[in-house]
Each structure stands twice: as structure tokens, then as C-alpha cells.
């Protein structure tokens, strides 16, 4: 198993994948790949559950939820389907077939999808640059260069995310647009930060790189040496700096080429995991494609704001998730749990 799982799930080589006998081994290996998806702060949500050898279960881990940011598990579950849509990629990057069943189970909400491995299957050329594309996605919180995102890019963004039909993206290139989101962004960002709770729950998950755990925000994710992390985690648990942080974020926002909102038709755990799969899906697309994104959420987590951005969209549609996109310097990875951490092995 330990040639499998990597220490570094970001170490992984797809070449490992031809080494894998029976379906067990092969979807251990493809776990390396669901882990390196976003979530929120960074808290990897997400449990797996081998049973006998060819079922996989993705179970939420409600251990790691933010009950401050998201009360409902919303962006826990979001983050799970993200997960989820990596190891549909890779087996088909890599060649095995998969058959999943989204929320099997009425009566265990913790029970996300039920994953079969089928065995071998034609490996899906055009995945192979997704594929490389999970390696190498980060979340840059950086200010972008001015460069509009290709029309080609643009149309290959949102057909990713729509490819399952759940989920529509928005996207927002014309200034007036985007200052009109960017002024929900700061407005959400002096709500938040005014709250000792969410700065609390925040803080609690700012931790160094070097540490055990594998998880949380490192300040080397906005710019600042690791180190500095403890005293910034400090700061933000003391401070109300709403206004600071607003002001950086509508320069943020309105200096990105462009902005896109993924929005379903309802506000579900199904509508939930289908935004995770789309999110990641576009997050991907965008990575080949040479661009990044990161993630301006507040007008979505703060509940008297969201119905303002949803009145942006122009049509029905309930808001998930808020990217900025564009070019900008790449991050250092953020860390990650070795796969042995969140996988389980149970009798079939
Ligand atoms: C559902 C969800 C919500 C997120 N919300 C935010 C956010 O509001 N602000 C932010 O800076 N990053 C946000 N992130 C990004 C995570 O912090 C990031 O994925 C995590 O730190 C791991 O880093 P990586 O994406 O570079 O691997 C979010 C990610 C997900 C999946």
C-alpha cells in the first residue's frame, strides 16, 4: 500500500497507476489525485471507505466543518463533490471505469457517493491534461495581470462546468459588472470581519506549513513568509481590520480580467456536490489553460447578501461559489493529508 499512497499527494506520479493490480490498489491511487481538490480554509472534509475491493464510499467529515462560515455544510459538501469530480478525471486519464451514484443513501447524509470501480477501461486522451492540470492548480489569492481571459478559454470554462447540466457559471467581464459584485465582495468582507466568531473560526485554521496536521492556511498562501503565520492568525482573532481587507478585495476583484459565479436551481446537498464537481471542473479547465483563480465568497457566506448577487446573474439561479480569474504568480502548494490519513478499509 505504501507505494500507493504517497507521503505528498501532490508527489504523485501517474505512472505509479500501471503498478496497481486489482481494483482496490487502482482506486487507492486515484485517491491521491481526490485529495489535491480545494475546500474551504483548507480543512480536506472528506473521509473514504474502501469497502471489499472494488467499493468506494466519500463520506463528509463533519469534524472538519466551519459551523461560523457554514452553518449548513454547504462549502463542506461543495468541497467533497470537488474531490469527487478529481477522481472521475483521473480514471478516466488513467483508464479505469467508474460507476457513481450521488447520495445512495437517504437515510446516511453522510454518505456523498457511492463509487464502483469497474476495472481497466480505453484511457480518455483528452484527460490527460486534466490530469496534469490537478497537479498543478493552486488558489492565487494574488492580483492578476490586466490580460482578458481567451474566448476559447472562456467557452471551454463554462462547458466544463456545465458538462453535468446541474450547474450554470456566470461570467462577468465588463467593468460595470464586475465593480457591482466587487462592491458585494467588500460589503461581505466588513460583515464578516466585524464578527469575533468568523474571525475566531478563521484564525483557528491559520497554521504553519511545517506543522502536523497537513491542513489549515498558511500565510505563504497570501504572500507572507510561513513563519509569520502564528502572529497573523493572532492579529485576525483580535483585530477588526474589515475595512483593510475590503478595500484589497474590490482592487482584487475589479483588477481581475474577469469574474464567474457557479449558481444551480436549488440550494441542496445534490445541488451542493454538483457545484463541487463543476467548480473543480472549470478550476481545471482554467488551469490548462494557463490561467488561475481564487475564490471571493463573502457575498454567498453572509445570508443577506446573497440574494443580492443572485439578482446579478440576470436569471434564477442560487449562488455557490464566486471566482476571480485571470494570470498571476503561482503559489507554493498547499499542504495536504496523505491519503492513509482519510481512507478506511471495512468487509464488503
Ligand atoms: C467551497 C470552497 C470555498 C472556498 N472559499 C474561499 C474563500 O472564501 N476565500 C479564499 O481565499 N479561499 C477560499 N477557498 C480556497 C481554499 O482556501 C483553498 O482551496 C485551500 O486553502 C487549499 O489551497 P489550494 O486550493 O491552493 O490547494 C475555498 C475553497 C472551496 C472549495
Do not use: K
Amino acid at each position: 500500500m505504501d507505494s500507493i499512497l504517497m507521503d505528498d499527494p501532490w508527489a504523485v506520479d501517474p505512472a505509479g497507476f500501471a503498478d496497481c493490480h486489482g481494483s482496490g490498489a487502482r482506486l487507492r491511487f486515484l485517491l491521491n489525485y481526490a485529495v489535491l481538490a480545494p475546500s474551504g480554509h483548507n480543512t480536506q472534509p472528506w473521509l473514504f471507505r474502501l469497502r471489499g475491493d472494488d467499493l468506494l464510499e466519500l463520506r463528509a467529515d463533519r469534524s472538519r466543518a466551519l459551523p461560523v462560515v457554514d452553518p449548513a455544510d454547504r462549502a463542506l459538501t461543495i468541497s467533497c463533490g470537488a474531490a469527487l469530480a478529481n477522481l472521475r478525471h483521473a480514471a478516466a486519464a488513467l483508464g479505469e471505469a467508474l460507476e457513481v451514484t450521488v447520495l445512495p443513501d437517504p437515510g446516511d447524509r453522510d454518505l456523498l457517493a457511492a463509487i464502483r470501480g469497474l476495472g481497466p477501461c480505453p484511457a480518455a486522451p483528452a484527460s490527460a491534461r486534466l490530469l496534469r492540470a490537478i497537479t498543478a492548480r493552486r488558489t492565487t489569492r494574488f492580483a492578476f495581470a490586466p490580460d482578458p481571459v481567451p474566448e476559447p478559454l472562456r467557452v471551454e470554462a463554462i462547458a466544463a462546468a456545465e458538462e453535468a447540466g446541474a450547474a450554470r457559471l456566470h461570467w462577468f467581464d465588463a467593468p460595470a459588472r464586475r465593480h457591482a459584485l466587487a462592491a458585494l465582495v467588500a460589503e461581505g468582507d466588513r460583515i464578516q470581519m466585524a464578527d469575533p466568531a468568523f474571525r475566531h473560526e478563521l484564525s483557528a485554521w491559520m497554521r504553519s506549513r511545517r506543522g502536523a496536521g497537513r491542513d489549515g492556511l498558511s500565510g505563504a498562501a497570501f504572500g507572507m513568509p510561513d513563519l509569520f503565520t502564528f502572529a497573523a492568525a493572532l492579529v485576525v482573532r483580535t483585530f477588526d481590520m474589515g475595512a483593510g481587507q475590503a478595500a484589497r478585495d474590490q482592487e482584487l476583484a475589479e483588477g481581475s480580467p474577469a469574474l464567474a459565479v457557479l449558481a444551480t436551481p436549488g440550494d441542496t446537498p445534490r445541488d451542493w456536490i454538483a457545484t463541487g464537481e463543476a467548480l473543480q471542473r472549470t478550476l481545471l479547465a482554467v488551469t490548462a489553460g494557463g490561467f488561475t483563480a481564487s475564490f471571493l465568497n463573502q457575498s454567498i457566506e453572509v445570508a443577506s447578501l446573497r440574494p443580492r448577487l443572485a439578482a446579478e446573474l440576470g436569471e434564477p439561479g442560487v449562488p455557490q461559489i464566486l471566482l476571480r480569474i485571470g494570470r498571476g504568480p503561482r503559489p507554493i502548494a498547499a499542504v495536504r493529508r496523505p491519503v492513509r490519513e482519510v481512507l478506511r478499509e471495512a468487509e464488503a
